[in-house]
């Protein structure tokens, strides 16, 4: 036990120590570095969370100039299908690195990625603007995420309706003939729709009704919630009245969360576990120390994220923080202590790496990881796809060996008021070449719906009975059917338990295989499970020999 002890101290001083003295020389308010320094007090030590079971893991799949999707434009059949291979290839490399959110956009410039009563199709699609694909890459996109596992949220952009010229080219389809009441030019020939009317609310919120109402989507995430960066000079103040008893600014910021309020009262009556998000930007306000008058949320573009979450107009968030340094992490803190007990998930801004974007080395994204991890935020988002799956500076190896090597499942909507867990499985059998369970039953006093339906998790390990509380114990998520062919499952293990998880995140007890028959516990080699956890790093153990225990110490790797 003795020996055991050592490791993890040795763990710990390798892991936490540079962490918290980062954090201490980093982080100059001295508010920052209690708070980690609180962290260490209870012992929440790097390695013991540095699987957590519960972790959104997202990025932003963008298909705006097909810049991660499409590539290949739909004009006939077989192009059609080279655009629907295409995606299926994206998706099943974030699969191997276990990311378990796809936000997918799906509203690009007033024109949308799939068949829409209220907007015309998106040029990416097939290069013409409001030509048909031929399919429904939205259902498409949907049905291939669940078949992963994954959840799939609706990226919708908001405010921006791209140039005069692209606007033209949908002709009468344009949300400029149809709504030009809603809509503004600003410099550079730049349309956005006006905050400033209560019209616009109603009208995005359409959108967002019209994708629920059809689609067994699991978010729906608004981007550019705000006013146009100042650099547009573009203003709708000409409708402000000082008889509305609002400032000026104040009276902005709720023309913003009119949208966002109008979003949630169409959507959450419909499907209350839809999860609503959105991407403001990185820096909520200035800090004591850290002032960003220019460029955050509440006095520069006029979001207010924090009232969101308090009045759960929001259920999570996923603040576009592509910075470093000072300004990432004592904002990254500051997101915490806003959270309303909400999910704030950052967005890393992985697309530095790329030499053409920027001088980032993979270090400076891997700091961000570790303490964004140790904070127990919510989870980690990339921006954007590419620069993640074409492995920058080794930024997809990194996930995938160091920070994801084990599924996760999403939060639980504990906000919601439906927190009852459903029963767990009525049987759990093994066969020779599937594992196979019965229907569990979802909690009375749920939201009845048809797509509120029951998923099961899989959980495996050579040690009985299965701990399902253990990340590196998750085989499979979110199964939508009651079988798991043991083909799809590598390592094969001794034993399987299997949960019940609900729209809402709760999960149920687990069914267990009936204990062995004279099963006696097996000896665990802690040193083999921590490189196992620690491959691709370069991180030292102390191994156990023979000698360690008579309290001896061990030899470094």
């Known amino acids: 036990m003795k020996s055991i002890h050592n490791i993890w101290g040795m763990i710990v001083l390798f892991f936490y120590f540079p962490i918290a003295l980062f954090a201490q020389t980093t982080f100059t308010s001295q508010h920052y570095s209690n708070a980690s320094a609180a962290s260490a007090s209870r012992g929440e030590y790097l390695y013991e969370r ?24 739909a004009t006939d059949t077989r192009s ?60 498409f996109c949907i049905e291939e995420c669940h078949k992963r596992g994954m959840e799939i949220h609706c990226w919708v952009v908001c405010i921006p309706i791209g140039t005069a010229e692209r606007q033209a080219k949908y002709g009468s389809a344009s949300i400029v003939r149809n709504r030009r009441e809603l809509v503004k030019t600003a410099a550079n020939q730049e349309m956005f729709m006006i905050p400033g009317r209560p019209e616009t609310a109603d009208y995005i919120a359409s959108i967002c009704k019209e994708i629920v109402e059809n689609y067994d989507v699991d978010g729906i995430s ?21 008889q509305t008893g609002l400032s000026k600014s104040d009276w902005k910021r709720e023309n913003i969360t009119r949208i966002v309020r109008r979003v ?33 949320c509440y006095d520069a573009v006029w979001q207010d994220p924090k009232h969101w979450l308090e009045q759960n107009y929001q259920d999570l968030l996923f603040p576009m923080m592509y910075y470093k340094d000072n300004n990432f992490y004592p904002f990254l803190f500051n997101w915490k202590e806003i959270s309303a007990g909400h999910p704030v998930i950052p967005g890393l801004g992985i697309y530095f790496l790329d030499p053409r974007e920027g001088r980032w080395v993979l270090n400076d994204v891997r700091q961000e990881m570790h303490t964004v991890r140790n904070l127990g935020i919510g989870g980690l988002a990339f921006y954007r796809g590419e620069f993640f799956t074409r492995n920058f500076k080794g930024i997809y190896d990194t996930a995938c060996d160091e920070f994801f090597p ?13 927190n009852a867990a459903p029963s767990a499985p009525s049987y759990l059998a093994k066969g020779e070449e599937a594992l ?52 799809r ?30 099963y ?20 030292r153990v102390v191994t156990i020999s023979s000698d360690n225990k008579k309290g001896k110490k061990g030899k470094k790797k």
């Not at 039953?441 to 399902?468: C, E, G, T």
């Open 80 to 139: 059609r299908e080279r655009q629907k291979q295409e995606l299926v290839d994206i998706l099943d490399n974030y699969k191997k690195a276990n990311i378990n959110t796809v936000i997918f956009q799906t509203r690009v410039r007033a024109a949308l990625m799939y068949p829409s009563k209220i907007e015309p199709w998106e040029l990416s699609l097939t290069g013409t603007a409001g030509r048909d694909p031929g399919y429904d890459p939205l259902a």
């Open 489 to 518: 499952i590598a390592p094969k293990r001794a034993y399987y338990a299997v949960t019940a998880i609900d729209r809402f995140g709760n999960e149920s007890a687990s069914i267990q295989e009936a204990k062995p028959e004279g």
């Open 406 to 418: 084990y599924p996760a499942l999403t939060s639980q909507m504990t906000w919601m008021g439906y």
């Open 50 to 73: 540095q699987h957590p079971l519960r972790e959104t893991r997202a990025i932003w799949l963008t298909t705006i100039g097909g810049l991660d999707w499409p590539r290949v434009q």
């Open 222 to 242: 608004l981007d550019y919630i705000r006013y146009p960066e100042s650099t547009f000079r573009f203003s709708d103040e000409e409708l402000y009245s000082s």
């Open 264 to 296: 949630h009262d169409v959507v959450k009556p419909i499907k209350p576990w839809v999860k609503l998000s959105s991407s403001p930007i990185g820096k909520y306000r200035s800090l004591p120390r850290f002032s960003t008058p220019g460029w955050n």
């Open 436 to 487: 196979q369970w019965g229907a569990a039953q979802p909690a009375s006093n749920h939201f009845s719906h048809p797509h509120n339906y029951l998923l099961y998790n899989v959980y495996s390990s050579n040690v009985y009975p299965v701990d399902v509380t253990r990340s590196e114990n998750l085989i499979a998520v979110n199964v939508r059917s009651n079988q798991l062919s043991f083909s």
């Open 520 to 539: 006696r516990p097996r000896n665990i080699n802690v040193p083999r499970l921590i490189n196992r956890d620690l491959r691709g790093t370069k991180s």
